[in-house]
């Protein structure tokens, strides 16, 4: 229960509204406990021979106080169930915003669908505890407590005896609760691993259907999901035998004022009137007693989810600013000159370095090239410079200041990186190209389409820049794909550029000719390649090798070719293999 104290600020941004609801709930239930008290003078005036017109009157009166009731009712929810969306609305964003801070070491440990479920269905269960649960907790409070000042002024005796199996209630719905919220606990960890496993499966749907494999994942999915619908079930069970209880021992409250109010009015202590007044109070006591036992069932479901909302807001980025980092730097001021020392790395939960003892100087302006084997620590270098990963020793200083003084911000504003994989949005090519930008510039889109040799190929679609792509730009081929990420990265005139063996999937040609388009951006700024192909490279100002982490060559394409190394073999199979693919 102590997870829900974290939605105080929340509640506190609102606290005028949820005010004024609770007045609401307040004028809502005294004008309805004035009804059975209407309806109970009414019934000892005909047993008196009442005329018709007064009749009408109670009948006018009864009419007014529903009218009024049911306006009250109408504003409570206005206030409270609407405030109640607003603030799930801003733990939402909270929620997705904290997301965003997470390094790249938080998502190889977390599913997307098990984040999505946080995103949904927790966040769902919270909302119904500020809404419907916050609102019923004060509307059940005020309710008995009116009631039952009312019924012990009409007669003390009955409404204590009445007042009976209240205690047995309040132990049903104890029990309840807490067989509730393990059951609910269950419920939200088997709706992670469905969502989880159905996010996959869209996700891959391609790889299924080239294997043939649609029947196995059904299966699988119907495993989880038969799991989750048995979860739901015994949570089910409970709730089904806690309400029919609960209307149970409130109709013995009734039973109970039905015969001793009725010995009482054989005794003259009480009217046929009261009795009709008592019965009604004990009804309306029957909704307060059985809700607070659905509010005891929404706190069980929340405050787990409450919980493992907080287990993610509550974990910091393992990269993010910090004391060291100064906010003076800005954009303007990174040039472009990189260089590591003493640079080693490993990943999280790794025996081994990925790299070692790396020493590299990148002047600005400059192109590097990086060529190895795979493995051997390309991406990893490549990945420390904009703090996707952190040096787990040396540092990397970028215009002689160490990153880490850097703001994540002006670092990351300051480079484009074209991925290994490339990444489009469901949006159109135009918005993908100017992701970095709130505003579409036209003509830069289409500048920068060109040099990556793109825009040729948008131009034979319908609806040119404004073609929309499907889920990760499955729509595309995959050097469009590469060749859009290029003029995404290019677009927002990064100080530094790098290019993640992103022209793999072109042919040689294309390749040629988006490097010499290139040129003319890459003279203007600090670039890396990273590529296979020694064709991409051997322009570039300096080039390294790297094999099991280290730096094992350096120069220029024709040092390193003098060297008779590992870069001198990886150029003569590549030789060797185009004059075979062109014999």
């Not at 059975?36 to 021979?49: E, F, N, Q, S, V």
């Not at 307060?288 to 974990?315: C, D, E, H, K, V």
């Not at 060109?450 to 730009?473: C, H, N, Q, S």
């Not at 005139?493 to 072109?506: C, G, N, W």
Request: hydrophobic content about 40%.
């Amino acid at each position: 229960m102590k997870s829900l104290k974290a939605l105080i600020p929340y509640l506190r941004k609102f606290k005028t509204k949820i005010l004024t609801g609770f007045v609401f709930i307040l004028l809502s239930n005294s004008t309805d406990a004035i009804y059975p008290l209407i309806i109970g003078a009414a019934i000892d005036d005909l047993t008196k021979g009442t005329l018709q017109h007064s009749l009408l009157a109670y009948a006018l009166a009864g009419i007014g106080v529903v009218i009024i009731r049911g306006t009250f009712l109408f504003l409570t929810r206005q206030t409270l169930i609407v405030t109640s969306r607003e603030i799930e609305n801003d733990l939402r964003y909270d929620f997705f915003a904290h997301l965003q801070k997470m390094s790249k070491g938080f998502y190889n440990i977390r599913s997307t669908g098990d984040i999505m479920a946080h995103a949904t269905n927790d966040i769902s269960n919270v909302r119904n505890f500020v809404g419907p649960g916050i609102m019923y907790s004060f509307q059940t409070f005020t309710r008995i407590i009116i009631t039952l000042f009312i019924l012990f002024s009409i007669n003390s005796t009955v409404t204590l005896l009445a007042l009976l199996p209240l205690p047995l209630i309040t132990f049903l719905v104890y029990k309840v609760g807490k067989l509730t919220f393990k059951r609910s606990l269950r419920v939200n960890e088997i709706f992670s691993d469905l969502t989880t496993k159905a996010q996959e499966c869209l996700s891959g749907i391609r790889v299924i259907k080239s294997y043939v494999r649609e029947k196995n994942e059904s299966e699988e999915f119907d495993k989880i999901s038969f799991d989750y619908q048995k979860k739901n079930l015994l949570l089910a069970k409970v709730q089904a035998f806690s309400f029919p209880m609960m209307f149970l021992l409130t109709s013995l409250s009734i039973i109970i004022v039905l015969y001793y109010g009725g010995i009482q009015v054989i005794e003259g202590n009480m009217t046929v009137g009261n009795i009709s007044s008592f019965l009604i109070y004990i009804g309306q006591l029957t909704f307060p007693m059985i809700a607070f036992g659905w509010i005891i069932n929404l706190i069980q479901r929340a405050a787990p989810s409450m919980q493992r909302i907080l287990n993610i807001i509550n974990t910091n980025p393992d990269i993010a600013d910090n004391k060291d980092t100064d906010d003076k730097i800005t954009k303007e001021d990174i040039k472009g000159e990189i260089e590591f020392r003493d640079v080693s790395f490993r990943y999280p939960l790794a025996n081994s370095y990925a790299l070692k003892n790396i020493n590299l100087k990148i002047r600005q302006g400059t192109t590097l090239g990086i060529i190895g084997h795979t493995g051997s620590g390309k991406s990893t270098l490549i990945n420390l410079i904009p703090r996707i990963w952190d040096v787990t020793e040396g540092n990397i200083y970028i215009d002689g200041m160490e990153i880490k003084k850097i703001p994540l911000k002006v670092l990351r504003e300051s480079i484009g990186i074209v991925p290994q994989e490339s990444f489009l949005f469901s949006d159109s090519i135009e918005r993908n190209i100017a992701y970095s930008d709130d505003v579409i510039d036209e003509d830069n889109v289409i500048i920068n389409s060109k040099i990556a040799g793109l825009y040729k190929d948008i131009e034979l679609f319908p609806e040119k820049f404004k073609t929309m792509l499907g889920e990760r730009g499955i729509t595309l081929s995959g050097g469009q794909k590469q060749r859009t990420s290029i003029a995404r990265a290019i677009y927002k005139k990064p100080e530094i550029l790098i290019m993640d063996d992103s022209l793999s999937a072109v042919d040689t040609k294309t390749e040629e000719e988006i490097l010499q388009e290139l040129k003319l951006i890459m003279n203007e700024r600090t670039s890396i390649i990273i590529s296979h192909r020694i064709s991409a490279i051997q322009n570039a100002n300096n080039i390294i090798v790297m094999s099991d982490g280290k730096i094992v060559e350096e120069g220029t394409h024709n040092e390193l070719i003098s060297l008779d190394g590992i870069y001198n073999d990886i150029y003569t199979k590549q030789l060797l293999e185009e004059e075979i693919k062109d014999f």
